[in-house]
């Protein structure tokens, strides 16, 4: 069974950095596309990155590009969020999400961790 554990989120100001990790386990993920997602509230949860474990190919949504780098540590099996030049509108909860490369849609979803980013 997939699990995915997500740790990092804090309380930032404005123009600072945080880094998310998501320590996956459960199976082996190299047909894997994990993604970075948030949802802040009253509002609708959105794609920010995504990153095929095998082969690094990464997206990254308009929103957070140039800003938000996703990476990933196989042998640590974990996926990493690089958040720089944060906003007080990125304050959300961010959730780590991962699906196999033929699938659309994510099936495994972690805790997800709180991000506040005061001004």
């Known amino acids: 069974q997939v699990q995915l554990v997500e740790s990092g989120g804090g309380l930032v100001q404005a123009g600072g950095s945080l880094r998310l990790s998501c320590a996956a386990s459960g199976r082996t993920f190299s047909t894997y596309v994990m993604g970075w997602f948030r949802q802040a509230p009253g509002k609708e949860r959105e794609i920010l990155a995504s990153?095929?474990?095998?082969?690094?190919?990464?997206y990254y949504a308009d929103s957070v590009k140039g800003r938000f780098t996703i990476s990933r540590d196989n042998p640590k099996n974990t996926v990493y969020l690089h958040m720089n030049s944060l906003k007080p509108e990125d304050t959300a909860v961010y959730y780590c999400?991962?699906?196999?490369?033929?699938?659309?849609?994510?099936?495994?979803w972690g805790q997800g961790t709180q991000v506040t980013v005061s001004s």
């Open positions: 990153i095929i474990w095998s082969g690094g190919t990464t």
């Open positions: 999400a991962a699906r196999r490369l033929t699938n659309t849609k994510y099936p495994y």
